[in-house]
T-cell receptor, first 115, second 113 residues
Framework: EPEVTQTPSHQVTQMGQEVILRCVPI?????FYWYRQILGQKVEFLVS????????KSEIFDDQFSVERPDGSNFTLKIRSTKLEDSAMYFC?????????????FGEGSRLTVL | AQSVTQLDSQVPVFEEAPVELRCNYS??????LFWYVQYPNQGLQLLLK??????LVKGINGFEAEFNKSQTSFHLRKPSVHISDTAEYFC???????????FGAGTRLFVKA
């Protein structure tokens, strides 16, 4: 069964360092997303990406964040200068071969720890 | 903009008892609705979805949910829970034509022996 894969599963970084989280969405899906979950809290929308551009982003997704689809398979989230409050689980998701119903297929997540 | 409210942060229940996890949403347009389950240290897995048609939808692991448009609710139910159902459950809503699925704060279901 096709699945979304994410790397790394866990990354520890120093405050102020750049971090790139990588995702391989389900092949032929058209919509890509990043969500964040701070430990034990709600799943927060960060950004959606469609047709090679950001389609929507949340207030959390400020200038420190960027996304890219550098080739036909990878979808990356970059945090330019990490802060302590960026520590969270980051989930990549993809959806839809055609019309988007918002049904998301999630990866297992990348846990980011900022020291 | 859409929003989701899960009315219970934690629901303790004994094994084999029925359970209902409540979810209300708000939106100015028509919506698609979802329930996801998250087991400890894992990603989110789709339990069930309402897109159209019958308002009673059945999902995996014996769960079902009913879409009530007039009450803007999508409550999740299971007639008899197992210890293995202990997990976090998230209700989610997607505005048709939109670009994001929004999640509720989650309900932790704790099944006791």
């Amino acid at each position: 069964e096709p699945e979304v894969t994410q790397t790394p599963s866990h990354q520890v970084t120093q405050m102020g360092q750049e971090v790139i989280l990588r995702c391989v969405p389900i092949s032929n899906h058209l919509y890509f997303y990043w969500y964040r979950q701070i430990l034990g809290q709600k799943v927060e929308f960060l950004v959606s990406f469609y047709n090679n551009e950001i389609s929507e982003k949340s207030e959390i997704f400020d200038d420190q964040f960027s996304v890219e689809r550098p080739d036909g398979s990878n979808f990356t989230l970059k945090i330019r200068s990490t802060k302590l409050e960026d520590s969270a689980m980051y989930f990549c998701a993809s959806s839809a071969f055609g019309q988007n119903t918002g049904e998301l297929f999630f990866g297992e997540g990348s846990r980011l720890t900022v020291l | 903009a859409q929003s989701v409210t899960q009315l219970d942060s934690q629901v303790p229940v004994f094994e084999e008892a029925p359970v209902e996890l409540r979810c209300n949403y708000s939106s100015s347009v028509s919506v698609y609705l979802f329930w996801y389950v998250q087991y400890p240290n894992q990603g989110l897995q789709l339990l069930l979805k309402y897109l159209s048609g019958s308002t009673l939808v059945k999902g995996i692991n014996g769960f079902e949910a009913e879409f009530n448009k007039s009450q803007t609710s999508f409550h999740l139910r299971k007639p008899s829970v197992h210890i293995s159902d202990t997990a976090e459950y998230f209700c989610a809503v997607f505005n048709t034509g939109g670009f994001k699925t929004i999640f509720g704060a989650g309900t932790r279901l704790f099944v006791k022996a």
